[in-house]
């Protein structure tokens, strides 16, 4: 069992190596983004349309984040149900659940909201941009549709992750010990 636990620890780590990952790559692609968006090429009126791309690619890099999230408390609950021999990695396990870091969930939500309210302001006060102008209901959409996954991240934060609190793990160990 030391061992299995040694691996599930080390997968843990490397989890939590591919989450940081994400978001310095989340940051490069926005602030890459920004600029190519803002950038003046030899037809400077149609760069702004990268600028729409911005908060689909942060959203999309939020999904992996939260799926990191996740894979890290699973195993924390994981661990935290089976481990009752091993007492001090039990009582870890359960003092990390109560006192979980809620800012690092709220940031990442903070993060991606600025960066949607920024594009917008930036689009929103183009003069040249015809989607906008024209097209508006594909703006409006676009603006909509940020708008609802910006909200499902918001509740995927708050309630998301509860469902591990709410599940026992499946699996029969001796519990012969005064661990509890």
Known sequence: MKDFLNHIRQEKMETQQR?????????????????????????????????????????????????????????GFFVREISDPICIERAWELFVDENRDRFTQIGINVVSGLVFAAT?????????NSLRV??????????????LVLFMFILLSIFGYRSLLKNKTPISVNKNTSCR
């Not at 024209?134 to 708008?147: K, P, V």
């Open 120 to 128: 917008l302001f930036i689009l929103q006060f183009k003069e040249n």
């Open 134 to 147: 024209d097209h508006h209901i594909f703006h409006y959409m676009w603006i909509a549709f940020n708008i």
């Open 19 to 75: 989450r940081f990952a994400l978001i310095k790559l989340k940051f490069l692609l926005i602030v890459g983004l920004f600029g190519v968006g803002n950038w003046k090429f030899s037809d400077p009126a149609e760069n702004y349309l990268l600028l729409y791309l911005v908060p689909f690619i942060a959203f999309a890099i939020d999904l992996y984040v939260h799926g990191e999230n996740f894979a890290i408390r699973r195993i």
